[in-house]
């Protein structure tokens, strides 16, 4: 899988490694529904994302606190270019497959997995249900947008051209 095969790339900016399951694959692929999950809260996507997977590891998995932390990190600074980059081991690894799924065709070999992996798993438009769901967070708990976020980029293009279709030009 592309973001096992990340893990392993070396980091330029940390000494951080991690090796990667596929099960902590899965969870990266739940991102759509840790962000339905905290459309109620004031906590950002990225934040409620980490805390929901941690309860699961806790509750389904003999993770240590390390590990655990390692994946609420991965999941909460996913969104944070150069962050999520220098922090290295899983956080990096999401960080890069997130950038590899929606295009960043910097690493060898993302056109074709992204390719063979969307052959079997359709789009199904993420790019606007990802984006509208934060939007609508954001409108509702403008707190969850600060400035110079994702959340915060996708919000404002969202109120330029609020009749606006199609993918947010901010994503």
């Not at 070396?10 to 099960?23: G, I, K, T, V, Y």
């Not at 960043?104 to 990802?130: F, Q, W």
Request: some cysteine.
């Amino acid at each position: 899988m592309l973001v096992s095969g990340l893990a392993r790339i070396p980091p330029r900016l940390s000494p951080h490694r991690a090796d990667l399951r596929d099960r902590d694959c899965e969870r990266a692929r739940e991102h759509p529904r840790h962000t339905a999950i905290g459309a109620d809260s004031p906590e950002r996507f990225e934040v409620v994302g980490g805390h929901a997977a941690a309860a699961f590891l806790q509750q389904h998995s003999e993770r240590d606190a390390r590990e655990t932390q390692d994946v609420w990190d991965a999941i909460a600074l996913h969104t944070s270019p150069h962050i999520a980059e220098a922090r290295g081991g899983l956080t990096r690894a999401l960080r890069l497959g997130v950038l590899a799924d929606f295009g960043d065709d910097t690493i060898a070999g993302a056109p074709d997995a992204r390719a063979r992996l969307e052959a079997d798993y359709p789009r199904r438009d993420i790019e606007i249900v990802l984006a509208d769901a934060v939007v609508a967070q954001a409108a509702a708990h403008p707190e969850k947008a600060p400035p110079a976020s994702w959340p915060h980029d996708l919000y404002a293009q969202h109120l330029r051209a609020p009749d606006a279709e199609g993918i947010n030009p901010a994503f």
